[in-house]
């Protein structure tokens, strides 16, 4: 789906040994490696809200890494170059059982864990006023950025396209980081852009400032199509007023942000960052009001870390089949009204 050169990159950086399940921890042990995502999108600097307050609460250090995001990150885990991931629960669910898009087609990583779910990540389709793109058809023939090669909205979005009949050969494709594709966007490069974040994402709100944007909502049969075909998808709406100029609620559709491991991660290091950031929610900025730990297992779609089962309980349904998404409706988010990857997911 994504393409052959992508599934090269993705199997080199995950390595023989990372597809056969990494055995070990090559960093000290208190010191901790965080894969995050692009600078310009909301895991980066959440994750740098979850090292200061494991710094201030464990012996661990954390090291926050900026990447590509989903994809890249569950490479990260398998070779055991990064300890903790924020990932996408679909991305989750493909990569454990080897299914759903082609970098995970016969690659099974059953080494990954899931340690608890954050907060609904919103698929926004960003354009410009004036650029005649009103509705997902109208993208058929533009430029579109997708978001980095391997990562998760990528891969959204491709599935968000072929849900209403346009194929990677029906558009120009455009892979960078939200914040260049909002530069993109401001310089005329592209048409319109995919950018998968729990609102607000900042790339957006500083294009917002400068540029008059425009959402296309994802609605109505087109909304249908994509929680039929890709049961791990839930509506979802973005506010009026999140961003400079957006004076209506936009419908679109969301997936779930999660923190992942691996199963060699030792129990006391997950259970000290999982409490250090559960007991201390209050001193996040960002998603506070999703954080918390009665729904920290909404949309887990692979087996948990037993670490993370002590604290919150055991997963809903059999290991890897995911668990549904609790229908949580804070500040306007429907997220969790489906299946997230479950047993039924096709």
């Given amino acids: 789906m994504v393409g052959e050169l992508n599934r090269r990159r993705f199997v080199k950086t995950v390595g023989a040994a990372g597809l056969l399940g990494f055995s070990g921890t090559v960093l000290a042990q208190q010191r901790l490696t965080w894969f995050a995502g692009g600078t ?52 989750a669910f493909f990569a454990y059982n080897g299914t759903g898009i082609e970098e995970f087609q016969g690659t099974r990583i059953r080494s990954l864990r899931g340690v608890a779910t954050l907060y609904p990540e919103t698929i926004h389709v960003v354009t410009l006023q004036g650029n005649n793109i ?33 194929q990677q050969n029906d558009f120009t494709e455009q892979n960078t980081g939200f914040s260049q594709a909002a530069d993109q966007l401001r310089n005329g490069d592209i048409d319109a852009a995919f950018v998968v974040g ?27 199509n994509i ?9 979802d709406t973005i506010p009026a007023n999140t961003y400079t100029g957006q004076n209506e609620p936009v419908q679109t559709v969301a997936v779930q942000a999660m923190i992942a491991t691996t199963q060699d991660q030792p129990n006391a290091a997950v259970r000290g960052v999982t409490e250090s950031i559960f007991n ?15 729904s920290a297992l909404d949309g887990m779609s692979i087996p948990l870390h037993p670490a993370a089962r002590e604290i919150f309980g055991p997963a809903t349904t059999q290991a890897g089949g995911g668990n549904q998404t609790g229908g949580n409706q804070t500040g306007g988010n429907q997220s969790g009204g489906n299946d997230a990857g479950g047993n039924n997911s096709s």
């Fill in 40 to 91: 310009g999108g909301t895991y980066f600097p959440l994750s740098n809200q979850f090292k200061t307050i494991i710094e201030n609460n464990t012996d661990y250090t954390v090291q926050v890494q900026s990447t590509g995001a989903s994809v890249e990150n569950v490479g990260g885990l398998a070779q055991g170059n990064a300890d903790f991931a924020l990932i996408q629960n679909d991305v």
């Fill in 134 to 166: 009103e509705t997902l058809q109208d993208l058929q023939g533009a430029t579109i950025n997708t978001g980095d090669l391997g990562s998760g909205t990528q891969v959204n979005a491709l599935q968000i396209l072929e849900s209403v009949g346009i």
């Fill in 198 to 224: 729990g609102w607000p994402v900042g790339a957006i709100e500083e294009l917002a400032t400068t540029n008059n944007i425009a959402f296309v909502q994802i609605s109505g049969q087109a909304q249908q």
């Fill in 227 to 235: 929680l039929q075909q890709a049961q791990w998808f839930a509506e």
């Fill in 280 to 294: 201390n929610t209050g001193q996040l900025s960002l998603k506070q009001q999703f954080i918390n730990r009665e």
